[in-house]
């Protein structure tokens, strides 16, 4: 199949899904086209399969907020028709399912006429904060509506999708994967974990774009309880803006020394004992899927779709949002027993790798393409 595929680009989870999504068919076989304003981070492998195409929008004195939506639409007609593109992924429903369909209505309108299908992936934020939004709900709702396929990566989202935003149309869940191959605890050699971490010391990882609903702060506050045990570190790892806040509470606690911001990275949870992601909310939390297929135990919020990731007590701890003291003791717990967190880590490991690797999860994609094309044909 010929896909294009439209994500935001930068740090998120989103993108983050459809990036591994394009790369994962295009070694399928299929080709690839990403259409985006900025080549996506993880887009970092060349392939004949996979061609990015940049969405240029014009700056004009006029324009107080330049029209990215209609660029993309622009673009994603464009290309389509170029290419002779099958069908539109576009991952995160605000503005690419509504881009989406005025690229499909472009197509449909031509003399030939082309039949240009989308599918709308919902991610989470794009349904439970910003389509929320009273400015943005009704045409969210209608472009998921309008959408010729749509899937959710969760049961979570899926319901609260058809709850709250009362959609008409069949959700899909297909739940986020992770390459099982390039995930795993193969890397670490015990020099790279000295880059962080005295020989005695554990390493804890935090790893987000610093949103207020990742609650950053939190992972600091559990910080401060579990040295009081266990020697350990905290590796902070994205930016945002939560990260001062973070900082700051950091040296007033005396703790910043322990506290290492690292940036944006991208992968280097193989170095690593435990991961926190104490979210308000999350539809699925994929780092902590990726933190799990490379052995790190997660320690997370109940919350949203985490409990279909992780199960608790088996495969990583969940908490209430806020509960530190018990996401701290669930922590030195694990610290202090290390046969316990090498059998939870291989758990993890196992759970990756039974229920959420892309070799299980692709095949769901190009099955639902195949339905999508079928219906609209
Ligand atoms: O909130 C974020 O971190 C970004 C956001 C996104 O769309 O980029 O993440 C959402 O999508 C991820 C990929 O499907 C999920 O793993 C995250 O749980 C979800 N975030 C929230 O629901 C808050």
């Avoid at 610093?210 to 910080?223: C, G, H, N, Y």
């Amino acid at each position: 199949m010929k896909i294009g595929i439209t994500c935001y680009p930068t740090y998120g989870g989103s993108g983050v899904v459809a990036t591994e999504l394009g790369l994962e068919l295009a070694h399928r076989g299929h080709e690839v086209h990403f259409i985006s304003y900025a080549q996506p981070i993880r887009l970092t492998e060349l392939h004949a399969n996979i061609h990015y195409h940049e969405v240029d929008v014009s700056r004009y004195p006029l324009f107080d907020y330049p029209p990215y939506d209609l660029a993309l639409a622009t673009r994603m007609a464009e290309v389509s028709e170029l290419y002779g593109l099958d069908l539109l992924h576009v991952h995160y429903a605000i503005p690419h399912s509504v881009s989406a369909l005025l690229a499909r209505q472009m197509l449909a309108a031509k003399p030939k006429g082309q039949r240009l299908p989308f599918v709308t992936t919902l991610h989470g934020t794009d349904i439970t904060l910003v389509g929320l939004d009273r400015s943005y709900l009704p045409i969210t709702r209608f472009s998921i509506e309008q959408s010729d396929g749509v899937t959710a990566v969760s049961k979570y989202l899926q319901e609260r999708t058809r709850r709250e935003f009362d959609v008409r149309n069949n959700i899909q869940v297909i739940y986020n994967f992770v390459n099982c191959e390039t995930y795993s605890r193969n890397t670490a050699s015990p020099e790279q974990r000295l880059e962080y971490a005295h020989e005695d010391e554990r390493i804890l990882v935090h790893l987000s774009n610093f949103r207020p609903v990742k609650r950053v702060t939190d992972t600091i506050e559990i910080l401060e309880r579990v040295r009081k045990k266990v020697p350990a570190k905290l590796l902070l790892i994205g930016d945002g803006p939560d990260r001062s806040r973070a900082e700051w509470l950091a040296v007033q606690k005396g703790i910043h020394n322990d506290v290492i911001f690292l940036g944006k990275q991208d992968q280097v949870s193989e170095k690593l004992d435990i991961l926190l992601m104490p979210s308000e909310l999350e539809s699925f939390g994929l780092a902590a899927l990726e933190g799990m297929a490379c052995e790190v135990v997660p320690i997370a919020t109940r919350v949203g779709g985490v409990p279909e990731v992780i199960e608790h007590g088996k495969s990583g701890y969940l908490a209430d949002v806020g509960d530190v003291d018990t996401m701290a003791r669930y922590a030195i717990e694990l610290l202090t027993d290390s046969t316990h967190l090498r059998q939870m880590a291989k758990a993890c490991r196992g759970v990756a790798q039974s229920r959420f690797c892309a070799s299980k999860i692709i095949p769901q994609y190009e099955e639902f393409y195949r339905r999508t094309l079928e219906r609209s044909s």
